[in-house]
């Protein structure tokens, strides 16, 4: 139910664009998550039923996540990125309202895209 597109490999201070086109039903609650390799996988942004935002630390300011109703299709846009932003991305959904950042509460994910920055 959830497709993913972008991503790719930049140099530091470059830019992506993650989509994720929605079929089915899923809430508006969704996000972005993140998964390097030996690590766990984290919370990058969320979006809520009312546009709500939150972020991780390590991306406010660079990161911004967004939402086309009429296209069914979240955005992560991606800006200054850093080598330790490399990692596989992935969309996430919950089937109701609210979204924990809990990797556990997720009810449907993407494929996943690999994004990797080099400095």
Known sequence: QLVQSG???????????LSCAVSGYVSNCMGWFRQAPGKEREEVAT??????TTYA???????????DNAKDTLYLE???????????????????C????????????GQGTQVTVSS
């Open 7 to 17: 991503g790719g490999s930049v140099q530091a201070g470059g830019s992506l664009r």
């Open 98 to 109: 609210p979204m924990s950042s809990s990797p556990k509460s997720i009810d449907y994910w």
């Open 57 to 67: 630390d390590s991306v406010k300011g660079r990161f911004t996540i967004s939402k």
């Open 47 to 52: 979006i809520n039923t009312i546009g709500f």
């Open 78 to 96: 991606m800006n200054n990125l850093k080598p330790e932003d490399t990692a596989m991305y992935y969309c996430a959904a919950v089937r109701l």
